[in-house]
């Protein structure tokens, strides 16, 4: 099974930061790679896929790149809505794999 | 806009079955693949597995021995029933649509892009 290894696990941030989270997985998947955001007590919601594609609705601040092995997620300047946790997440061999999870904290 | 609503009781019992049920609206249930993923307090998202209109399921292969997941198109609903509970299966569960579904290359792509509000289910004597 492919492992995806997302850091950091947390992140203390500050309105206006960049933020950028990292996922990596355990061998080669293209640029098939997506990542959610989920705010407390709400369902997660997609923002990226296939690495880069920004969701229809998400703000240009959101973006993702790489491929192959190594993956990064940023958010360009932090608005106080964007405090969540943040998962990546990959298909593969019938099996849908989601990261750890960074959690963004003011 | 597809909307998804979770539904079923918020209680099981250890050793009983799980029953939640998603009612799909503002779209079709005879396209994409629907999905079930939960998530216990605290912790990540766990996919349980996925079911398309004609009945075609996979699961994940930890919980496959204990999972079904059916489908009433007539009704626009897919339910999930997980047997043989414990505490350790006390989590949120969502449902969600997975619009794609495709492999090329040796890799593979698929995700969800809209889930319903999830409901609690705790297992409790």
């Known amino acids: 099974d492919i492992q995806m290894t997302q850091s950091p696990s947390s992140l203390s941030v500050s309105v206006g930061d960049r933020v950028t989270i990292t996922c990596q997985a355990s061998q080669d998947i293209s640029n098939y790679l997506n990542w959610y955001q989920q705010k407390p007590g709400k369902a997660p919601k997609l923002l990226i896929y296939?690495?880069?594609n920004l969701e229809t609705g998400v703000p240009s601040r959101f973006s993702g790149s790489g491929s192959g092995t190594d993956f990064t997620f940023t958010i360009s300047s932090l608005q106080p809505e964007d405090i969540a946790t943040y998962y990546c997440?990959?298909?593969?061999?019938?099996?849908?794999?989601f990261g750890q999870g960074t959690k963004l904290e003011i | 806009q597809v909307q998804l609503q979770e539904s079923g009781p918020g209680l099981v019992k250890p050793s009983e079955t799980l029953s939640v049920t998603c009612s799909v609206s503002g779209g079709s249930i005879s396209s994409n693949y629907w999905s079930w993923i939960r998530q216990p307090p605290g912790k990540g998202l766990e996919w349980i597995g996925y079911?398309?209109?004609?009945?075609?399921?996979k699961y994940n292969p930890s919980l496959k021995s204990r999972v079904t997941i059916s489908v009433d198109t007539s009704k626009s609903k897919f339910s999930l029933k997980l047997s043989s509970v414990t505490a350790a299966d006390t989590a949120v569960y969502y449902c969600a649509r997975v619009p794609l579904l495709y492999c090329s290359g040796g890799s593979c792509q698929s995700y969800f892009d809209s889930w319903g509000q999830g409901i609690l289910v705790t297992v409790s004597s």
């Open positions: 296939d690495a880069s």
């Open positions: 997440q990959h298909y593969e061999n019938i099996l849908y794999t």
């Open positions: 079911i398309n209109y004609s009945g075609d399921t």
